[in-house]
């Protein structure tokens, strides 16, 4: 047999792992598979959240009235985690408002409206000329001018993700091609019509990090996609690119559990993959860098899976960004007195869509409209019975059951001692509880709380310190006050020693004119001594009425002081030798480059050398 | 607009009721070799201590303001009911099962909070009850199987009559108490071995204690309990943790402190599995999930313990059976089992560092 036989061979028997519990789920796949991926219409008007992203919201970078070109970037990075927002069509900016999201909380957010034009004009574009050569800061470059996000869900911005510090090595990127939740299957169609795209973004990925190893994880229930996906790597095994088959048991998706699956390694508490030379991705994430790098398309479309017994024309379709959900639902016809839920996301960890206004943002990957008894209710909750089912479904291995008793009572020490955070809100434990406790809803309680007593703490530790803070300030005017006293009585001495000693010169010589200037001015003195005094008093006496009042005042002006001292010159830097200033420019010249930033450019040359 | 609801949206239909109807069902053969060897007194008991049970708990639950039929719809009470009524002498009367089921329903798990709140297994506190308070009906109220008859000479009651008997106390005029029972296998092997009179082979050739395995007649309602408990791990309805630590760790026990060490003074360790109520209490009572514990290690440890108590009350303490004792002592170590067996929770030690030191290195 060929080398390259033997080799195909050793690769497809790569040993899987397993994680602790998880579920078998219906797949309910096939409703969504009947056809291949579609493209949605262009709405009249698209809505764009500033914030699709975790991190920081966009800045928006246009105003309205402004025309924008398909592609032109209209809402900019802000702070060190954010992502851009690129125009999804052309048209005109009509609005910048406080508009519906989807958003389990319902609340409306920031968001950026276009009016289409109809034409779908492209802004000029291009992608890398050479795109195998691009160093991994030119790849990074690339992503982040893209606004690309993790489109697994956690939208994470991506460029991000790729920025990791020197000290550590990323040794494998692994792709997360599972698809866990039952319905979903816009990975799947993704991956079976543009394999090609989904590798070479992986390759990408892999480059930009210097991985020697790149692992595609995708469920044993997608045979199709996973030939597809072979045959696109066939050429990259050389380069460590290796298509695996997971088992499908819910939530093998989850990126802990992948892990876990493909490496046998585990992600460190609190840590992130990291820590332990893992980067994960998903599919669709590959997909739009290969897009971003090969052909210099920022991020503005996503496919979506519209599915369940309520939609008469279910299926694959790729959406421009801020279409609005009830458009898409529109266009494949589902029938409104049949839905009996709409859900964005799966069934195990989808919430309910509440304004069908809301656009599709790099979160949505299926919106789910069921009709009556497609999904479940559970009955009313009944007592636990200490079954243990959930621990033995927890794919983290906690003890659900535990951390239930402790939600309850809300002993929120204890539930973390029970490690809470470590929950990864799959739902399994829900699932299984023979008594129907819905335990995630209990574990997503508690950890707010938990976040809302921090806040809390949070707050009263500042007021605390402000507190201590200004008792200190007290404490030091009154020690300033004592001294300026002491001062004032010796001056006061002082002066009256003067004054006898000037009465008896003016005895001894009447008409000196030095010595009436003496006097002038130790008359002047004292005038302006005592007229500190005074108000030292009033000063004292507001102090005592009002002391917190008094203390922000002072707070306020010593800020103002501060503030209007930094953004002056020093002083002493009047009349510099050149040899001087060349000595400041030289060290402005040394610390410019000495700033982080630099610092990093600096390393990864080192690197890349 | 739509229904909305938190996830997650699916929920296969599995839920308490059900577990608890399949571990009745799970009695059923046990329940039918039972009712052969002793006849219509087994079912008696059974249906007298379901009724009074679902009164018991019907009654409480009123006093304690809660909903009753969504709570009876439950089972629960059913089947402590089911469980002490088999632990129960087939002759016992009503007065005894009244109490028995009194302090199982009332005092044991209602006034701890109803399901799922109870420490202590409630069927295993009533029966520990009963035999400390009533010894003597508790042992000899055991009608004598019917594989005996001949040998004995012994007889069993009608349905009519047995009836009569365990609420009246009264017996046809024809049949005397002393020709209705006779001691349990257990009972015989600890009375001889205990003074000393007999040795096994003496007590074999008596041809009244031992049958083909283990104990004569209580043998096959050991092996009729095991199937169904066996049926139900299979159905996951409990788990293997508990049955097998429990039966191994008595297996073990007799092998190295019994038969291994002299088996002319000792019972096979055969005769400890399938004699009293082994295999009742391995399958049925010790896997109850309330009163058990919850981690994989705990379950472990808690079925070793009540193995271990059982043969040591047995053979050296002063019960010849210990399934109810062996329970409730472990049932107190439950709390101190769950808090000390936790589970490592994923990504909580060092050791995935050197997983991935190993996957940093392997070659591509």
Redesign the interface.
């Known amino acids: 047999m060929s080398e390259s036989f033997t080799r195909q061979v050793s690769q497809n028997i790569r040993k899987v792992f397993s994680f602790h519990g998880g579920i078998k789920l219906p797949g309910r796949k096939s409703l969504s598979l009947q056809h291949g991926i579609k493209t949605a219409r262009v709405p009249n008007k698209l809505f764009l959240p500033l914030s699709q992203h975790l991190g920081q919201a966009a800045t928006p970078a246009v105003k309205v009235g402004d025309k924008v070109l398909k592609g032109q970037l209209i809402a900019d990075l802000d702070g060190p985690i954010s992502a851009r927002i690129h125009a999804p069509s052309s048209g005109t900016i009509v609005d910048i408002n406080q508009l519906p999201i989807p958003h389990p909380s319902a609340l409306k957010a920031d968001c950026i409206v276009i009016e289409t034009d109809g034409k779908d004009e492209w802004i000029e574009h291009q992608g890398a000329s050479s795109p195998e050569k691009l160093t991994k800061h030119e790849i990074r470059h690339y992503i982040e001018q893209a606004g690309i996000v993790g489109l697994g869900g956690a939208v994470f911005p991506s460029a991000v993700k790729l920025d990791v510090s020197p000290d550590k090595i990323i040794h494998t990127i692994v792709i997360n091609a599972a698809e866990c939740e039952p319905y979903i299957t816009c990975d799947d169609m993704l991956m079976r019509e543009r394999a090609e795209e989904v590798i070479l973004g992986a390759r990408l990925i892999q480059k930009a990090l210097n991985a020697k190893r790149c692992l595609v994880g995708i469920e044993d229930n997608k045979p199709e996609a996973y030939e597809k996906l072979l045959k696109a790597t066939a050429n990259y095994s050389d380069d460590g690119v290796q298509v695996v088959q997971v088992p499908a048991i819910y939530p093998a998706g989850g990126e802990k559990q992948l892990i876990k699956v493909l490496t046998d390694v585990e992600v460190p508490t609190q840590g992130l993959p990291t820590d332990v030379g893992i980067i994960c991705h998903n599919v669709g994430t590959a997909a739009a860098v290969y897009k971003a790098v090969y052909h210099g398309e920022p991020l503005i479309s996503r496919i979506i899976t519209l599915t369940g017994q309520a939609i008469k024309k279910p299926g694959n379709y790729e959406a421009l960004f801020g279409t609005p959900l009830g458009n898409l639902l529109e266009e494949v016809e589902y029938e409104p007195e049949q839905v009996e839920r709409l859900l964005i996301g799966g069934p195990m960890m989808g919430f309910s869509l509440n304004d069908l206004r809301a656009p599709l943002i790099k979160s949505c990957n299926c919106i789910l409209a069921s009709s009556q008894n497609e999904l479940d209710t559970p009955p009313p909750a009944m007592p636990c019975i200490r079954c243990a089912r959930c621990a033995e479904s927890c794919p983290m291995s906690l003890l659900p059951q535990q951390m239930y008793w402790y939600s309850k009572s809300r002993d929120m020490e204890k539930i973390q001692d029970y490690n809470i955070f470590d929950c990864i809100e799959c739902g399994c434990c829900s699932y299984v509880c023979p008594s129907n406790i819905p335990l995630v809803q209990y574990f997503r309680y508690a950890k707010s709380e938990i976040w809302g007593d921090e806040n809390d703490k949070q707050k009263a530790d500042l007021a605390r310190e402000r507190h201590e803070f200004q008792e200190l300030r007290k404490e030091r005017a009154k020690a300033e006050k004592a001294r300026a006293a002491a001062k004032r009585k010796a001056a006061l001495a002082k002066k009256k020693a003067a004054e006898e000693k000037k009465k008896a010169a003016a005895d001894a010589a009447e008409n000196a004119p030095t010595d009436e200037k003496t006097q002038i001015k130790g008359e002047k003195q004292g005038k302006e001594k005592k007229a500190q005094v005074p108000e030292n008093a009033a000063n004292k006496s507001k102090d005592e009425e009002d002391p917190i009042k008094a203390a922000m005042q002072r707070v306020k002006e010593k800020k103002a002081k501060t503030k209007a001292d930094s953004s002056t010159q020093p002083k002493n830097m009047d009349n510099l030798t050149p040899a001087q200033q060349k000595q400041i420019d030289e060290a402005d010249a040394r610390r410019a480059a000495n700033t982080p930033e630099a610092d990093k450019e600096k390393q990864e040359q080192d690197i890349n050398v | 607009?739509?229904?909305?609801?938190?996830?997650?949206?699916?929920?296969?239909s599995?839920?308490?009721s059900?577990?608890m109807q399949g571990v009745l069902f799970a009695l059923i053969p046990g329940v039918v070799v039972m009712l052969w060897l002793y006849g219509w007194g087994v079912l008696i008991n059974i249906v007298i201590c379901v009724i009074l049970a679902l009164l018991f708990e019907a009654a409480s639950l009123k006093l304690r303001n809660r909903p009753i039929v969504?709570y009876l719809k439950?089972y629960?009470a059913i089947l402590t009911a089911v469980l002490l009524a088999l632990a129960l002498p087939p002759l016992a009367p009503l007065w005894l099962l009244t109490i028995g089921i009194f302090f199982a329903i009332v005092i044991a798990k209602q006034l701890y909070g109803?399901?799922?709140?109870n420490p202590f297994n409630p069927a295993m506190v009533a029966y520990a009850i009963l035999i400390i308070s009533f010894p003597t009906e508790m042992t000899t109220y055991w009608q004598s199987p019917s594989l005996l008859h001949e040998q004995l000479g012994s007889q069993s009651l009608g349905l009519l009559a047995s009836l009569q008997f365990q609420l009246f106390g009264i017996l046809p005029a024809d049949i005397a108490f002393d020709s209705l029972t006779s001691a349990t296998p257990l009972d015989l092997v600890k009375t001889l071995l205990g003074n000393g009179t007999s040795t096994i082979s003496e007590i074999q050739a008596q041809g009244v204690t031992f049958g083909s395995f283990a104990g004569k007649g209580v043998e096959w309602i050991n092996l009729a309990f095991l199937v169904g408990g066996l049926w139900m791990i299979y159905k996951r309805y409990i788990?293997w943790h508990i049955p097998t630590a429990f039966l191994a760790t008595l297996f073990l026990m007799s092998l190295f402190f019994g038969y291994g060490i002299d088996s002319d003074s000792h019972v096979s360790p055969f005769f400890h599995l399938f004699s009293g109520a082994t295999m009742l209490g391995a399958f049925f009572i010790a896997t109850d999930?309330?009163t058990?514990s919850?981690?994989v290690k705990g379950r472990l440890i808690f079925g070793a313990g009540i193995g271990f108590f059982i043969y040591v009350i047995r053979v050296w303490g002063g019960y010849p059976d210990a399934v109810a004792f062996a329970v409730l002592i472990m049932n107190m170590v439950v709390p101190l089992l769950?808090y000390y067996t936790?589970?490592?929770?994923?990504?909580?030690?060092k050791?995935?560092?050197s997983?991935?030191e190993q996957?940093?290195d392997e070659q591509?």
């Not at chain 2, 109803?114 to 709140?117: F, N, S, V």
């Open positions: 607009m739509f229904n909305i609801q938190s996830s997650p949206h699916f929920k296969p599995l839920n308490v059900q577990i969504p439950d629960s109803g399901l799922g709140y788990n999930p309330i058990a919850t981690t769950d936790q589970p490592r929770v994923y990504g909580h030690t050791q995935s560092d997983q991935a996957l940093k591509v």
